[in-house]
């Protein structure tokens, strides 16, 4: 599905680079997490294939389904199905959370020549889908994250990832800045939508939100790369004996 | 000895305007008010690029004896409010148009045209017409509007006893490629009483508009315009309200292109505990358009609120003015004042000229002003698109939201809806 080869990637402004060789592939159905200390590139991946300015390839390839990403504008990824969920989600001031919700779905069927959906047909499906993430009626209303409280903003995230109904889901730290009642909220959120045809890439620090969103495959990435790759046990190895040993090993 | 010359310019500048013009017959009253005005047009001479209060917008347009040519405008939409049920006022290139019009006649109010009312030997607009435009505000010379007062034919005039529900449209059509029009409507609301003027319509090449606004104590009047889209139009426009004890006064201006658009409203709140608002949305694009919005509010009485809130959406090479000032006199204790002036600009090429301005004699107030610009914000823009939405449409939402706070000030939703599906209309057809 996700398909990550080679990646380089240095700052459009700066001399820098960030990613330094990824390559990664998940495959639908599957649940990929990557951990890694700060600043080992895991949110400039996230921003890489999702389309975000500021980011210059300097070499390798991602692909969504053979398609190549790279290639794409960030709509268009987004029409592809591929769906990131934010770290710090974005307040925009103006725009109503459900005329947002509303554009983006449709703006997506348009774009994969799909029919678009009723505003009554809309109405019911978004109501659903926030009811079960305790989303309510006003916070629908309000404009986009204004004012949200930390964990809404987090489960208006997933709340999007439910109507969009993407193929391949990034989670960027969606655990920071929840309490354990949310983040389980989250995690249910996310369970829900798994399914055999969708792949998942989760980016966290801590062990924590495993245990709620079950990985298939942890990878540890520093310094721009992966620098290892196991299973479950691999998260648990470093929320009991955090980096260094990992990296002492893999140097 | 650049001040002498400046004079001389003005002054031959005025001669070439006034010489040109023709005082309308009329009645004793109107006959007076308008001679008053001539006479403050000769004394205050008409706008220069060098007057102070001309600064930011070039006036030589709106001055010259003749009018700049303007395209007809072709309204593809059809009619703004359409289904609405209004009270509906044509004017074709600045004339009355019975044909077109409704009947003058609403429950609630009486309505005559200014060419009639003039005729009449008395008549309680002689205590409106001119008097609001005459008066001091704030020491600043209006000399466009003396015209206005001095050489007006048609408007009309407009006393509101009741709460009248059915809004009061006035339709301003264009059919000569070289009209100059000048229209000047009286507005009176009794204590009490309550009505909505609407404003629609490019009006003609030339257009040069008064009105005075008389809302007494307790009484409401709400101002929603549109003024023609995309249309080469060089306007002046002149609103001048005094608020009575408990009034209120609210207006709202959409404004889409226009080659040169100024739009004063100078507001008095005389009485305690008086409210008004003043929004004004606008988007320009290209460097044919120049828009000014020019504000000057000031308060006489205790516990009143104003509020002014302008927006501006430009790119292209548009230039947006906002010239706005806040009057607190020295009794005027308790005065909740507000002013934001905004710009989106859209691109380096755009520009956006304020001119926010607070002055204040009393102790015992909360008056707050900001004005700025700004790019659109990439964050935002950024997560609309990794949700799907394209540049485009993500580009517009924004412009929409950045609207917003204007918008929200039409108190009418069955009007703001209207005005929204306008908005996007342009939006589309001037998709980058």
Known sequence: MLEIKDLHVELEEEDKKILKGVNLTVEPGKVHAIMGPNGSGKSTLSYVLSGKDGYEVTGGQATLDGEDLLDMEAEERAAAGLFLAFQYPVEIPGVGNMTFLRTALNAQRKARGEEEMSAAEFLKVVRAKAKTLKIDADMLKRPVNVGFSGGEKKRNEILQMAMLEPKMCILDETDSGLDVDAMKLVSEGVNALRDEGRGFLVITHYQRLLDHIKPDVVHIMADGRIVKTGGPELALEVENNGYADILTEVA | ????????????????????????????????????????????????????????????????????????????????????????????????????????????????????????????????????????????????????????????????????????????????????????????????????????????????????????????????????RDHERRAVTGIFGRLGTESTFKSFTLTMNGVLTRNECVLELTGDDAVAHVAGACVGDGTDFHHDDT????????????????????????????????????????????????????????????????????????????STSGAIDEEALYYLRSRGVPMQQATDLLVLAFLAEALDEIADDSLSEAIYARLEGWLERHAS
């Open chain 2, 295 to 370: 504000v000057f509010i000031t308060h006489d009485a205790v516990n009143c609120e104003s509020r002014q809130v302008f927006k501006k959406v430009l790119r292209n090479g548009a230039v947006g003015v906002f010239q706005g000032k806040i009057l607190v006199k020295e009794d005027a204790q308790k005065t909740d004042g507000y002013q934001i002036s905004q710009s989106l600009l859209l691109d380096e090429d755009a520009q956006f000229l304020a001119k926010p301005e607070l002055e204040i004699y009393a102790d015992d107030v909360a008056c707050s002003h900001g």
């Open chain 2, 1 to 228: 000895m650049a001040l002498p010359q400046v004079n001389k310019v003005k002054q031959d500048a005025t001669d070439a305007r006034l010489a040109g013009m023709e005082m309308p017959d009329g009645a004793a009253w109107i006959t007076e008010a308008r001679t008053e005005a001539v006479n403050r047009v000769q004394a205050m001479g008409l706008p220069h690029a060098r007057d102070e209060y001309w600064k930011f917008t070039k006036p030589a347009s709106l001055v010259q004896p003749e009018p700049e040519a303007a395209a007809l405008f072709h309204n593809d939409e059809g009619p703004l409010w359409d289904d609405l049920d209004r009270l509906k006022v044509v004017f074709v290139d600045g004339v009355f148009d019975a044909e077109a019009s409704d009947d003058l006649a609403g429950e609630g109010l009486e309505i005559e045209r200014l060419a009639d009312v003039a005729t009449k030997d008395i008549h309680w607009a002689k205590d409106l017409y001119g008097q609001l435009e005459a008066g001091e505000h704030g020491y600043t010379p209006r000399p466009l509007a003396a015209l206005n007062t001095a050489f007006a034919t048609d408007g009309v005039v407009i006393r509101v006893s009741g709460k009248v529900s059915k809004p009061v449209n006035l339709i301003y059509l264009h059919k000569s490629e070289t009209s100059d029009a000048i229209l000047h409507h009286c507005v009176k609301v009794e204590e009490g009483a309550e009505v909505t003027l609407l404003e629609t319509g490019p009006a003609a090449a030339r257009f040069n508009k008064v009105l005075e606004v008389d809302v007494a104590d307790s009484a409401a009047f709400h101002h929603v315009r549109v003024q023609g």
